[in-house]
Nanobody, 118 residues
Framework: QVQLVESGGGLVQPGGSLRLSCTAS????????MEWYRQAPGKQREWIAG???????SHVDSVKDRFTVSGDNAKNTMYLQMNSLKQEDTAVYYC????????????WGQGTQVTVSS
């Protein structure tokens, strides 16, 4: 089974940028829909952005002018470029893979912490 590992989180000042990576242990694009979620302290996990198995990209309205999701087939890696970060972006960011044919096959990464603070 494919495993996902997120990286790239850290501490950044408001207005700064980070690029998160979600690297899979096997082929993901074209087979899985890939998504980014985040969970802030005391809040529910929320969907941020994703790439479907057919390559359609989408972002939640609240971040679409600041965050960009992309993928690298050769590296089996999905990225989340985050610009103009705000304190309210502080959260644990997770990636998720959902198999295109077996929707019950869902794989989560372990998460990476993003803290936006001065």
């Amino acid at each position: 089974q494919v495993q996902l590992v997120e990286s790239g989180g850290g501490l950044v000042q408001p207005g700064g940028s980070l690029r998160l990576s979600c690297t899979a242990s096997g082929t993901i694009f074209g087979i899985y829909s890939m998504e980014w979620y985040r969970q802030a302290p005391g809040k529910q996990r929320e969907w941020i952005a994703g790439i479907t198995s057919s390559g359609t990209i989408s972002h939640v309205d609240s971040v679409k002018d600041r965050f960009t999701v992309s993928g690298d087939n050769a590296k089996n890696t999905m990225y989340l470029q985050m610009n103009s970060l705000k304190q309210e972006d502080t959260a644990v960011y997770y990636c998720r893979a959902t198999h295109r044919d077996t929707l019950s096959l869902v794989i989560w990464g372990q998460g990476t912490q993003v803290t936006v603070s001065s």
